[in-house]
């Protein structure tokens, strides 16, 4: 082609959606920046309000290859949020069989990013809450980490190892992000010290029934009951109460003296032997019915 | 006897208000155990400015784990390598490592506070015998957990520990080591924090666990300091000890930090460098140098030693590494053993397999070393 001649080009689109894949290609680092709209908390108070007691399951990433759909069925089954475990070598707040779901979904080959990458392949009915521990998030980088969060469909994150006097630079990113941060409430927990951590969680607050690990147990312990009214007596929040929930009566029991309950270990122990998703989601279901019925 | 005002002199920095040394530390626990380390750091911070305690602490040190531990020459290997070598003799204590000198401290403190079980987490033993052995003494009940694998590698201490009184539970999880064993301890505190005393076995863990543990160990340092310079006239020029967690490291250096002519050298397994090979993370209650994959899952340690096999290092050493005031240097399996048959050999001392990494460390940096 010569000096004098005129070229025609058909620039046939326009190169926004592609900004990212040239950086990445020139090594330059863009953070991705979602932010989460959806709210946890409003969603879980006019349930709520509306006299339906709270239910959240929990799902540890990865366990099984088609965890997603697990997800999915539970949400069918009658959850109002879920709870997404991020697993980590050294779960040390959790029971036997939250660890073991850990250890076969990082044998698994689960990674955080991989998790949130699946997650955001789909939309899903209810908001998402991811649990994790700090050093995940740490190494994660805590701005991209709630930038991927919000991206994967997640509207709160838990991650009890860091407590809220030591959760500044987290705190900041989940807030830009829109993420809401949820706070353990434990028996223990003083008056004064109960009154910051509601002050500072969103979301809910989460209140740990029994002083240990996450875990199956025969009966629900009082302190839950007691921890409940406590936070009650102070704060409008929803008030869920987890560890140790494994089946309807217990659902039924807990939610009494608060608004709703997170059943974990339970769920994951069908996987764990062998279970079916369909099991999984009846077991959610049983719990549903339960406590539509009971209030 | 050792009286309080000879070992009181603060040496090491203590940590801020959140327990942090520089950047390192801090207390990343769940809610259930933020009161029961708030607990600990209170009594800690009322015993230690009570001369009473300290008295007491340091009578026992005396009488019952027989300090001051002895400063020895070793002649022979000194004249091998071209060097004045001496070793402050922490093997010659009562069960036989530093390890004591932290546990006397920590159940003295768990019965001014009115606890009856003590718990404590173990990868060779040698913390989970220390620990029966202070629960015996103390007349409290104990458990200790210990990784499976670690159970298999050490039955002797396993059996010692059932002598002494104490239940051995092993750590089933992960990896089946030191760092599982630690995670299971934590469990069991939560659960039964009321009467319970976690007793931590290096200077790692939540605040105030590094800076009470270190003060313990100070003693280590203290003592010394004032052997080598009673018998010397001065300084050393290089203070080494291994490094597992740091403790023992950790009180040899408290006893020179503030000598800047003093070289303060940690020596690390080549499998388990945490410091030279590790980067920051939040691991077992604290910020520190972790080995770690590349998305923050922890990653096993592998040395020879199980005492060194610790995936992690104390905060404060962290601090003392990014503020070169200490250096961190790994030995090799095969370093370790060479250096364990030449001290065993030429002075008449079977070092632990830990403590022979700093004796590989001054071989094959001594000029007239073999190294
Ligand atoms: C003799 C001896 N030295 C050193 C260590 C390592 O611990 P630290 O690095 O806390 O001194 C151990 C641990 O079991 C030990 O038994």
Known sequence: ?295 | MLEVSSVQRKKMTEPNALGFFGEYGGRYVPEPLVGACQEVEAAFRDAWSDTAFRQEFLDILTNYVGRPSPLTDCVNLSEDLGLRLMLKREDLNHTGSHKINNVIGQALLAKRMGKTHLIAETGAGQHGVATATAAALFGMTCTVYMGEVDIKRQELNVYRMGLLGATVIPASSGSRTLKDAVNEAMRAWVTEVEHTYYCIGTVMGPHPYPWMVRSFHEIIGCEAQRQVVARLGKMPDVAVACVGGGSNAAGLFAGFVDHPEVRLVGVEPAGGAAVGRGVPAVVHGMKAHFLQDEVGQVVEAESISAGLDYPGVGPEHSNLADMGRAEYYPVTDDMVVDAFQVLSKREGIIPALESAHAIAWVIENADDGQG
Request: glycine residues 8%; contains cysteine; aromatic residues 6%.
């Open chain 1, 1 to 295: 082609m010569g000096k004098d001649e005129v070229i025609l080009i058909n620039q046939s689109g326009r190169g926004d959606k592609d900004i990212f894949t040239v950086a990445a290609a020139l090594g330059i680092e863009i953070t991705d920046n979602h932010i989460n709209t959806r709210s946890l908390q409003a969603e879980l108070t006019a349930k709520r309000d509306s006299g339906r007691k709270l239910l959240l399951p929990y799902v540890t990433a990865g366990i099984v290859g088609n965890w997603m759909d697990c997800v999915e069925a539970v949400i069918e089954a009658g959850a109002d949020a879920v709870e997404i475990g991020i697993p980590f070598s050294d779960p040390a707040m959790d029971g036997p069989t939250i660890q073991q779901a850990s250890v076969q979904a990082l044998d698994n080959g689960i990674t955080p990013h991989g998790a949130l990458s699946e997650l955001r392949t789909r939309e899903f009915a209810v908001p998402l809450i991811a649990m994790t521990y700090f050093n995940l998030v740490f190494r994660y980088g805590n701005e991209r980490f709630a930038s991927d969060l919000a991206a994967a469909g997640c509207a709160a994150a838990i991650l009890p190892d860091l407590p809220f006097e030591l959760a500044g630079e987290w705190h900041e990113a989940a807030v830009a992000h829109g993420i809401e941060n949820v706070l353990l409430a434990a028996p223990v927990s003083s008056d004064e010290r109960l009154a910051q951590l509601v002050e500072r969680t969103s979301g809910f607050i989460y209140t740990v029934s029994t002083m240990g690990t996450t875990g199956e147990r025969a009966e629900l312990d009082n302190a839950a009951s007691v921890l409940s009214q406590r936070v009650k007596a102070i704060s409008d929040l929803p008030v869920i109460i987890g560890f140790g929930i494994s089946n309807p009566e217990h659902a039924v029991a807990a939610a009494r003296a608060s608004d709703g309950v997170i059943v974990a270990s339970a769920l994951m122990r069908t996987l764990l032997d062998g279970g079916s998703i369909d099991q999984v989601a009846s077991q959610v279901n049983a719990m549903r019915v339960a406590l539509d019925e009971a209030f």
